[in-house]
Structure formats: structure tokens, C-alpha cells
């Protein structure tokens, strides 16, 4: 799978060559604080029917498209989970160092740990756990491809938005390969991070899918285009596979983010995934407004604050 991995990134950065220059104008930053609102809002919409079925989803609410909080974690309304706050901790990191190496990326994810989040998958315990015992950055292969790496690296997106495609890639898997070493999951996040950066470069819905199709062309177990995928697991196929099919059936991120978390299952981590991509694509503009009167402030502002000093590491003024 390694030689599947090196050709798929090659292919990734084929079409990042053909992408749009940018600097950091209204619209860029629009979209990058879409992304990581969408992320934040698809989190907190899909807490609420975590773990559950599409039925016993369509019993309790008919359709879930309201931020109400509940949910197993019985979390308040405008909760989020893991996904976003190992996103804010990788965005933290990133900030704080220009140039972070991956034991830079494991000490943000202990600190996060130690803050004790309400939510950690067992994955990600085990991999700072290890960090934690031995000092070593980088999980060992394995075959364990849950999802928890894809989840948090959209900000790796934003603070390598000019950077090389290869650069890009280099640091969204020494983020993801603190617990996550697997090439399944390696290719499904370096499929998100190039994701998020064509479509905060405003390169559209075009790209963006070009890309899913680059992933399945290389890892054919992605393959998303037939039987809807439903109560999708940690199993990182499962989740992106039905994230790239509510962002294929939708044209905007609001239908998109209700689609994929009332397919229940693991609908927080497939929430946040689909919401960095298609708030990206959308922009912090068109994102619905009663969802983000509803999303916890706090995490509204750490999203706003972050923003600009990702970009900052890599774009020009406008």
C-alpha cells in the first residue's frame, strides 16, 4: 500500500499545481473560517446522534437538523466533541510554531488530553499515551485505520494553503501519525487536507471531487459511488466514504452536513469531516445562521481567532 500512497500523493499534487494563486483576501479568509466553522458546526450537529441508526434517528427526530445537544454524551447545546477540539489543538500548535515537528503536534495532543476532554477515541489514547511513556512522535504501523487523524487536520490545510503540496503533506501526516499510522488512513487525510486547500482557494465542487475520485483511483475501497452508505463506523472508509457522498448529492453544506449525521453511526466524526469541506466550499457567509447562534461561542471565537494566523504562515497580504 506504500507505493499506492506515494503514487496518490503525486496525483494530489498534480492537481494542486493547477489550483488558483492566492493572498489572504476577503474571500480566502471567508472560506477558511468556513471550513473550520463547518468542522465545529457539523461536530456539534452530529453529537447529538452519535451511535445511533438512521431508524432509531428518524423515530426520535424525524429529521436531525437542529443544534440541541444530548446525544449519549448528554452534552449541553453547542457542544462539540473530540473532532473539534483536537482540530483547535492542532490549530494551536501550528500557530505556535512555524515549523512544528512531529513532537511538537504529539505535546498539543497531550495538552489537549490532559484537559480532559469529554470524548477520546481509543485510538488517539493510545497513541499519546505512547508519546506520553516513550517520547516517540510517531505510532507504529499498523492496520488500525479509524478516523481520528482525518478528523482534526483541516487546519493543517489553512497554515500550508502556499506552501509545496509536498510540504502540505509532510507535516498532515506527522500530525496524523502521532496515533494513526496506517495507509488507509494516511490517504484519506492527505485526500481531506488537499480537499480543504482547493476549495479555500476557491478552485470549487469541480476540484474538490476530482480529488475524491484521485483517492478511489489509487485505494479502490473508497470507492463511493453506488449503496448509500449508512450508520458509517470508526473504520476511516466507512466515514469518508459517506462524507464524499453527502458532499457529492448536495450543493451546499447545510444539506450536506444533515445528510451525512441522519446516516447515524460515528455522525459527529463524519459531521466534522464533511463540514471542513464543504463550509470551505461554501464560505463562513452562507453557513446557516441559526446553527451558529447555536454553536457554543466559545469555540465560534477560537475558530474566528485561528484563522488568520494559519494563513498568515504561508499567504501574502491582498
Not at 210 to 222: I, N
Not at 288 to 316: E, F, H, K, N, T
Amino acid at each position: 500500500m506504500e507505493s499506492a500512497l506515494a503514487a496518490c500523493l503525486a496525483d494530489f499534487e498534480g492537481h494542486a499545481m493547477r489550483w488558483p494563486a492566492a493572498s489572504m483576501s476577503p474571500a480566502i479568509i471567508d472560506r477558511a473560517c468556513g471550513c473550520l466553522l463547518g468542522l465545529a458546526l457539523g461536530d456539534a450537529l452530529g453529537a447529538t446522534v452519535e451511535f445511533m441508526t438512521p431508524r432509531e434517528i428518524r423515530a426520535q427526530y424525524g429529521t436531525h437538523a437542529r443544534i440541541r445537544g444530548g446525544g449519549w454524551l448528554r452534552l449541553p447545546s453547542g457542544a462539540v466533541t473530540d473532532d473539534t477540539g483536537m482540530a483547535l489543538a492542532l490549530a494551536d500548535c501550528l500557530i505556535a510554531h512555524h515549523e512544528p515537528a512531529a513532537a511538537d503536534y504529539a505535546r498539543a495532543f497531550d495538552t489537549w488530553m490532559r484537559s480532559k476532554p469529554v470524548d477520546i477515541g481509543n485510538t488517539v489514547r493510545r497513541g499519546i499515551s505512547r508519546f506520553r511513556r516513550s517520547g516517540e512522535a510517531c505510532a507504529p504501523p499498523s492496520d488500525d485505520a479509524g478516523n481520528g487523524a482525518t478528523m482534526r487536520c483541516a487546519p493543517a490545510a489553512l497554515a500550508f494553503l502556499a506552501a509545496r503540496p509536498a510540504h502540505l503533506a509532510e507535516h498532515a501526516l506527522a500530525q496524523a501519525r502521532v496515533t494513526h499510522h496506517c495507509p488507509l488512513t494516511d490517504a484519506a487525510t492527505l485526500a481531506v487536507v488537499f480537499m480543504v486547500r482547493a476549495a479555500v482557494l476557491g478552485a470549487g465542487i469541480g476540484a474538490v471531487m476530482a480529488l475524491a475520485h484521485t483517492l478511489v483511483r489509487h485505494f479502490p475501497a473508497f470507492g463511493f459511488r453506488g449503496r448509500q452508505v449508512e450508520n458509517p463506523s470508526g473504520y476511516i472508509v466507512d466515514t469518508l466514504c459517506a462524507v464524499l457522498q453527502a458532499i457529492d448529492y448536495n450543493d451546499n453544506a447545510r444539506d450536506a452536513l444533515i445528510d451525512v449525521v441522519n446516516r447515524g453511526g460515528d455522525a459527529d466524526t463524519t459531521g466534522a469531516i464533511a463540514g471542513c469541506i464543504a463550509g470551505a466550499l461554501d464560505g463562513a457567509a452562507r453557513l446557516p445562521a441559526d446553527w451558529l447562534d447555536a454553536l457554543d461561542p466559545r469555540i465560534g471565537q477560537q475558530c474566528g481567532r485561528a484563522v488568520q494566523p494559519l494563513l498568515a504562515r504561508s499567504l501574502p497580504q491582498g
